[in-house]
């Protein structure tokens, strides 16, 4: 069964830091570029990064650059999503979702949540004092 497991998460104060970890179970992700999602509260599913199948592309939302940074270890067949300086702007239900990209290593396309064939289960992030 192919799938992506998502950890991390939690309750953090303005200011703070968390790390999201997505892991892939049933498939290797080196021909799959990963994409960070969130949906807060009351709103619509937003791209916040993504990075291609290589490593060597990422991209971030306006909102988060600076401030995220989006990693892969393809030996641990995981991907991260490092979060600083956190505001309560950023509380929101995080998703991570693998697109299969083995013609294009170097691409990965931020917020078209269309193009990703597997989804995580969420993980929520709240940001409060």
């Known amino acids: 069964q192919l799938q992506l497991v998502q950890s991390g998460g939690g309750l953090v104060q303005p200011g703070g830091s968390l790390r999201l970890s997505c892991a892939a179970s049933?498939?290797?992700?080196?021909?799959?570029?990963i994409g960070w999602f969130r949906q807060p509260p009351g709103e619509e599913r937003e791209g916040v990064s993504c990075?291609?199948?290589?490593?060597?592309?990422?991209t971030y939302a306006d909102s988060v650059k600076g401030r995220f940074t989006i990693s892969r270890d393809n030996v641990k067949n995981i991907v991260y999503l490092h979060m600083d300086n956190l505001s309560p702007e950023d509380t929101a239900i995080y998703y991570c979702?693998?697109?299969?990209?083995?013609?294009?290593?170097?691409?990965?396309?931020?917020?078209?949540?269309?193009?990703?064939?597997?989804w995580g289960q969420g993980t929520q992030v709240t940001v409060s004092s």
């Open positions: 979702a693998a697109d299969y990209t083995p013609g294009s290593l170097s691409y990965c396309a931020l917020g078209n949540a269309a193009v990703y064939n597997y």
């Open positions: 049933g498939f290797i992700l080196d021909v799959w570029a």
């Open positions: 990075i291609s199948s290589s490593g060597d592309t990422r």
